[in-house]
């Protein structure tokens, strides 16, 4: 299975083999959790392949796992697609999750997209937002999905297990920019690899419990939005 890793030349194929492994496991329950098929499988990647081949900088959002468990009775057994969800918020058919995971990714997109504006890039509307949204790519580590929380023994197992295909996966995508989101070990395994490239940020769910919110947000009228994001921008201001 190496080789053909080696010669995948796209993500479907990609995912393909991904799958197959998976699918193989004799041990599938030391990487998921109970109330998980074996073969469940959430495909990511690129959300519109014109927009990101036309973005201004490549950037790939990097997530720990999808939260499936929750959500069974609503969505296929075995082989399913994220891609849609942030389609569909992105169209105006749904609004975003309680933590505004899309708006953030979206929000800090427009500001990668837009570092030679400083007056506006921090203060996008809607609209541009999730245009930028719309132009990135984003993965989870853990293709299987996990429940609300991580499990600390699974999901790192899982990540182990398959390591060449997460690489794999970036190395397809090919960003200029990778924002892991919430803290993982693994993290710094794809620091070591792609260096200054990589942007390790909260991930959008994290509740800032020590962090002050402004009594006059001005980056979103939702001070948490606005909390995150400031903390965001600490970061990559420098890039």
Known sequence: MHGELTNCSNLNSLFKLWQEKQNNEKDFYKTTIGGIEKNSFIKDGIINEECYKNAKCKILFILKEPNILDYQDDRPSGEDDQICWYKDFIGGKVNDNI????????RMAFYLFNKNNLQSRETPTEEEYKKALKSVAFMNLNKRGGGKSVDVK??????????????????????????VLGKTNFA?????????????????AYKMPNQKRSENPKISKDRNVDCYMRHFFEIAKYL
């Open 99 to 106: 933590p505004k995971q899309r708006e953030k990714m979206g």
């Open 154 to 179: 699974r999901f790192p197992a899982y990540v182990q297990r398959y390591k060449e295909f997460i690489f794999k996966e970036i190395e397809l995508i090919d960003p200029d920019y990778i924002i």
């Open 188 to 204: 710094n395994e794809i620091r070591s690899k792609y260096g200054d490239k990589v942007i390790t940020m909260w991930h959008t």
